[in-house]
């Protein structure tokens, strides 16, 4: 299929979508009436985080779906990694945004980890949906970008998505949701495909009226992604009169996990997807 044909039937499949969708909260596949567990960067503790080895140990590990990390390249590609450079997990240095995907994908992004993981490469956003589809995963897309202006960023993702969506299935649709930090981020998103459900980000120090207020304003969304020791009863209570979901993060501690098992949250994102199932599987 030429690129002017695909691009037309993302247009009209995109059309479709929104019109099918225009209003839903919520989709069945992201919330199954009980806790979900949701592998950060993949199966983080034991591969090396944000690369297709973690994203297929998440798998045999039983995740229920997958948070992953998104930039664009210098040429325009979104490319699953966590930092804004590329020191801190491969070989190379610099910024994510001044490479082009030839030179990202010549980087060792594994050896960091463990020898063992020598010669994995950063993955782009279409090579992890692939595997997040067939395994009909869940997928948390978090949109890396503090731009208050558009980047180019959000249009790159939910094209990708799009495109995934015509190769595997109109359910693959129902498997994504896009999370940031940026509420302006998000903001835009929403305009491009309000179909796609979105989730805030924020940790402790978001003073608190920002946090229900200026924040809802800049950037209406479906979920909420507190820092776990943000959740309390009270929370649970607070959002759920709002009609958001919840999906804390980064938890990797069983009691804790148990605390937020026990408060309702939707869903928990964990470096160590299999501890969150054995606990699950033995409340269950």
Known sequence: MDSRNLSLQIARRARAL?????GVKETSSWYAHRTLGIAHRGAS????????????????LGADGIELDVHLSADGVPVVIHDY????????????????????KRLDAGSYFDPTFAGER???LEEALTVIAINSLLLNVELKTTSLRDDGLERAVIACIERSTIQHGEAFANQVLLSSFNPFSLRRAKRIAPHIPVGLLYAPDLPLPLRRAWLAFLAPHEARHPEHTLVDERYVTWARRHNYRVHTWTVDDPDEMGRLINLGVDAIITNVPDVLRQLLKSRA
């Open 18 to 22: 929104r019109c099918t969708l225009k």
């Open 122 to 124: 950063i993955p782009t």
């Open 45 to 60: 503790a034991v591969a090396p985080a944000n690369t297709l080895s973690a994203f297929e140990k998440a798998v045999e």
């Open 85 to 104: 450079t590329v020191d801190a997990t491969t070989d190379g240095h610099g910024r994510v945004a001044d490479m082009t995907l030839a030179q990202l």
